[in-house]
């Protein structure tokens, strides 16, 4: 066993994560903030790590068509340490996969495993918020790519500072639709999250002395 600290990260760059998994069978796609990134044409902040995402499902197919040079390794179930993904227990939550480089002995991606039907990408939160693949996955320049609306309510659950700062660089310049299902999901599935209280609701409007004591 090892722990995810041991080694140093020395995250791909997202055409090199295609060419890793261009044998793959299975949907897989960029996710988190590098997924802002990608879908905005530059990047937001500096960011020490890349995330792609797969349905949990097909996780051991993803990583079966990893090359020789790279090998897979995940939580074992205590605290921080990891094992050989072929060795995890079978009760333990294979995620998130951590990807490394043997020859340099570096983490270079991180995979999550995530929900979805055959039809619809499904909120592993919350199974109520779903989205058809086509809306959840965008093509960026050949490379699927998780919309940016999915990667927000991600990041709305306990946004830290960073995430805001994603946040204000994306939503912007999210669509009509998108903003529809990024707020939606605030006030169906997040309610309680920072950046709910910027969203207005008819059922629960938002007021500007929503953190004032009554005088």
């Not at 990260?9 to 997202?14: A, F, I, N, R």
């Not at 079966?64 to 074992?76: D, H, I, R, T, Y």
């Not at 294979?94 to 495993?113: E, I, K, T």
């Not at 310049?173 to 209280?197: C, G, K, M, N």
Request: proline residues 9%.
């Amino acid at each position: 066993m090892t722990s995810r600290a041991d080694l140093r990260w020395k995250p791909l760059e997202p055409q090199a994560i295609a060419e890793l998994f261009s044998a793959a069978s299975v949907r897989w796609w960029l996710s988190g903030g590098v997924a802002l990134d990608r879908w905005l044409g530059r990047p937001i902040r500096e960011r020490e790590n890349i995330d792609v995402s797969v349905v949990a499902g097909d996780l051991a197919e993803l990583i079966a068509a990893l090359p020789e040079g790279f090998s897979a390794w995940a939580p074992s179930g205590e605290e921080d340490e990891i094992v050989p993904f072929a060795d995890a227990p079978e009760d333990a939550d294979l995620q998130p996969v951590l990807v490394r480089d043997d020859a340099q002995n570096s983490w270079v991606l991180q995979v999550n495993a995530e929900d979805g039907a055959p039809r619809a990408w499904v909120y592993k939160r919350d199974p109520r918020l779903t989205l058809p693949w086509d809306r959840a996955v965008l093509e960026v320049e050949g490379i699927p790519t998780g919309a940016p609306e999915v990667q927000l309510v991600w990041k709305a659950l306990r946004p830290r500072p960073e995430d805001t700062i994603d946040k204000d660089a994306a939503l912007p310049e999210l669509d009509e639709q998108a903003v529809s299902f990024y707020e939606t999901a605030l006030l169906r599935i997040h309610p309680h999250s920072t950046w709910a209280i910027h969203v207005r609701s008819p059922f629960a409007p938002a007021k500007a002395s929503w953190n004032k004591k009554k005088s």
